[in-house]
């Protein structure tokens, strides 16, 4: 099944003593024990997050042309890349004592989670890029999401609604303990972020929103 390492937090936000992720273990959710955010990396968070939606809102035809890649692929990260390249209208003041780094996975989320929550500007953008709303070939990081989205789209949509780096994030990871744990290898563990969790989610969560999931054929019905 699964065979990828989930800790995928954002690394150039995270403050040098930050540990490492919780780890937790098929049956046995009650080990998924999250990490309190720190204030600093929490603000780096927020912020981020901020610039992700708003250059996803500029761009909205690229951003969806993105999302439409493997999760954290080399195709996705360049076209990701590319965006906060050439956006200049999206950085507000930063907190002079935050060291801010552009990570590709995390402008992907945030674009997945700005057609979330605006699901009028995703109409628009598949009425006029079609081509954009189709599903990728998927890696383990997008079949672990998509695991947990089919375990739990409720579950999933509520952690995503949450603001980020909030305590009311923290209670909602939390919360998916279950169905993290069903979308991982017996006898396997994996260490897990908040931040990491919420990116590859939100990303499967838009799949599922914007494109529908791929149907295997259908059993002729027998004939008597």
Not at 67 to 88: H, K, R
Not at 111 to 135: C, G, M, T
Request: charged share 20%; with cysteine; hydrophobic share 45%.
């Amino acid at each position: 099944m699964l065979t990828i390492g989930l800790l995928l937090a954002l690394a150039s936000l995270a403050p040098p003593q930050q540990s490492t992720g919780p780890e937790f273990e098929r049956g046995a959710p009650d080990k998924l024990l999250i990490h309190e955010t720190t204030d600093e990396a929490g603000k780096a968070r927020k912020y981020l997050d901020g610039v992700a939606r708003c250059v996803a809102s500029n761009h909205r035809k690229q951003s969806a042309a993105g999302l439409a890649l493997p999760y954290g692929s080399a195709e996705q990260a360049a076209a990701f890349n590319a965006l906060i390249q050439v956006e200049d209208s999206c950085f507000g003041p930063i907190f002079s004592s935050m060291s801010i780094g552009f990570d590709s996975q995390a402008l992907a989320a945030g674009a997945a989670e700005f057609f979330l929550a605006n699901p009028k500007a995703l109409e628009e953008a598949r009425r006029r890029d079609p081509k954009s709303f189709v599903w990728p070939p998927m890696n383990g990081m997008d079949e672990f999401g998509d695991c947990v989205v089919s375990q739990s789209e409720t579950q999933v949509r509520a952690f995503i609604d949450t603001p980020v780096a909030s305590d009311a994030e923290q209670s909602a990871a939390r919360a998916l303990a279950p169905a993290l744990g069903q979308c991982v290898s017996e006898g396997q563990t994996i260490a897990v972020e908040p931040a990491a969790m919420r990116q590859i989610l939100a990303v499967a969560l838009y799949r599922r929103v914007a494109v529908p999931p791929p149907v295997a054929s259908a059993a002729m019905p027998a004939t008597h």
